[in-house]
């Protein structure tokens, strides 16, 4: 625990190391394919160059086909919406995908880790039922057990950017790198001003408010 | 508890096909005989099975098979699949539930090509949302799928684009058909591919125990990297459609869709030419029949897919497993014994 809020301090203060910043989009853009040879280049490089130009000829603002079909990945087609099961009370909820439905799949990602995290984190989806949550803010609500004295308190996550946020939780620890995934955060690459968000995002959701006060886990940037 | 039904059904019509392809992964083609073939379910069985799986909350189909067009009966399932109307929740602007409306179900159709003629593009044409015809290749499309013509795939592209069908170019990479990846691709662009799903050869079905056949990391580099310069050309878009370990995933692509999750179970689920259900396409087992999808997928096996209960024991403690399921997990039952097993990938040296 040491370890982690050394390295968040020293990520709030801008002092992240260089490596750790280079990485924070760590899933750089492929090269241009101008700049980059063909990756199993052919013996015929004519009738290969031949073969490109007819393609730019064909180039024209790209369209998305969606479509079903038995595919295992963020789906050309996700569905319109989602039905989630209460734990609870086994009431069944219509959510749209595009909001709660989407944020409903993270559920089962989060209960198998959620012990990876440094700190104990407790989940309640019951916010995700119409029953059950009623009254409540809809989202996944979570309960961390403070880093430093312990103290409970408690988060929801209700939007597709704080969804997105979270697995800045889940990044080994000690933390040399924000990991970009197979998208990336961006096109503003290591922009110091985020590593810093990230850092004060990850302090905000492992510690309590008087802790980060009193470790210098808080920084300039919201 | 009501289980949680996916919302696509992956019809597999037939077991017949036309193709003897190398890389099939349909479990009754596996060399070992344990998934054993019965009765096809009739065409009038499909439609009292479409009704069934529409009343549980399906909205969109997959015909696949075997080759869908080889399903005697096929165009009394389309004509079925035509007149249905499956019930779709509206939402209101803050994700409030309004109400209920119907509308027709989304139908994808996946086909080698080979059996494609004007008459049937026209039969399915205004059912379709998309097509996506295999094209394992172009030199080695022969090699690939038993001795099938690849003329007939790139013809059925052309006549699905033309009569105005979206079309999805399905490419199955092996080490064979690595070499031509670039050509492939682009020849189904220039014959009217609109759209590319590339799958990586994965052992199961017809092409268990095939390990040549399987990509090692390096080369499924190449093959993203290949495959993102061919859309980036063209102006296309592609999509992986076996989800990856998100630690062999080194770059960040532009064009292609690059998966690490997994949808099986959740999102989508098969059922076979004799009714019987499975979480995934490339589940070796099956675990019901249609007629009682609800006790399928309340199985433990299938749980596990909803859970996300299927980690191996190596990736516990990974930074990536919020976004990760650790690549194909059927493919490492296939491969090694259990769902929890390594990807056939992490398992290379």
């Known amino acids: 625990m040491d370890r982690l809020k050394n390295v968040l301090a020293a990520m709030l203060l801008g002092v992240l190391p260089t490596g750790a910043m280079a990485q924070e989009a760590a899933g750089q853009p492929a090269k241009n394919p101008a700049e980059s040879p063909t990756p199993e280049a052919k013996p015929d490089d004519a009738k290969r160059q031949a073969l490109i130009d007819s393609l730019r000829a064909l180039r024209r603002e790209p369209e998305k086909v969606p479509f079903h079909s038995a595919m295992c990945y963020d789906m050309t087609m996700p569905p319109e919406s989602v039905s989630y099961v209460c734990e609870a009370c086994s009431g069944t909820t219509e959510l749209s995908y595009r909001g709660l439905g989407e944020l409903s799949r993270e559920v089962p990602y989060l209960k198998r880790s959620l012990a990876d995290l440094p700190v104990n984190v407790h989940l309640d989806a019951s916010p995700l039922c119409s029953k059950c949550g009623a009254g409540k803010t809809p989202g996944i609500e979570l309960t961390t057990e403070c880093g430093e004295c312990g103290k409970s308190f408690t988060w929801t996550v209700s939007t597709a950017d704080e969804k997105d946020r979270l697995r800045l939780l889940f990044v080994a620890h000690p933390i040399t790198s924000f990991d970009a995934g197979p998208r990336g955060m961006g096109d503003d690459g290591p922009d110091p001003k985020r590593v810093i968000e990230n850092a004060e995002y990850i302090a905000s959701r492992l510690f309590c408010e008087d802790c980060r006060k009193k470790l210098g886990l808080t920084g300039p940037a919201k | ?349």
């Open chain 2, 1 to 349: 508890m009501i289980p949680s039904v996916p919302r696509t059904a992956v019809l597999e019509l037939t077991f017949r096909c036309n193709h003897r392809c190398v890389f099939c992964s349909v479990p009754w083609d596996n060399p070992d005989g344990r998934y054993e073939r019965q009765p096809e379910l009739s065409a009038s069985d499909w439609i009292t099975c479409i009704d069934t799986l529409v009343g549980h909350g399906v909205t969109g189909f997959a015909l696949s098979g075997g080759e869908p067009f080889l399903k005697e009966g096929f165009d009394d399932i389309v004509r079925h699949l035509r007149r249905v109307r499956v019930r779709k929740p509206v939402f209101g602007p803050s994700g409030t539930l309004l109400g209920q409306e119907e509308a027709p179900p989304y139908v994808t159709l996946i086909t080698n090509g080979g059996l494609v003629t004007p008459e049937r593009v026209e039969s399915v044409r205004e059912l379709l949302g998309a097509v996506v015809v295999s094209l394992p290749g172009l030199d080695t499309y022969a090699e690939h799928t038993g001795g099938g013509d690849r003329e007939k795939a790139l013809a059925a592209l052309r006549a699905f684009d033309v009569a105005g069908v979206p079309t999805v170019v399905g490419i199955c990479v092996t080490q064979r058909n690595l070499p031509e990846l670039f050509e492939t691709i682009a020849t189904g662009f220039l014959n009217g591919g609109r759209q590319l799903l590339l799958n990586r050869f994965l052992p199961g079905g017809r092409g268990t125990g095939r390990q040549d056949l399987c990509l090692d990391r390096s080369q499924l580099s190449q093959m993203l990297r290949t495959a993102e310069t061919v859309c980036l050309e063209a102006g296309r878009y592609g999509s992986i459609g076996t989800e990856l370990p998100r630690c062999l995933v080194e770059e960040r692509y532009d064009r292609l869709t690059v998966g690490t999750r997994c949808a099986g179970g959740v999102d989508f689920f098969a059922i076979d030419p004799a009714g019987r259900v499975r979480p995934c396409n490339h589940s070796p087992v099956h675990l019901g029949v249609w007629h009682d999808l609800p006790a399928a997928i309340s199985t433990p096996y299938w749980q596990r897919f909803q859970t996300k209960n299927f980690l191996p024991s190596s990736c516990r403690g990974c930074g990536h497993t919020l976004t990760c399921d650790a690549g194909c997990r059927e493919a490492a039952h296939i491969a090694s014994g259990s769902l929890d097993a390594p990807d056939p990938l992490l398992l290379q040296v």
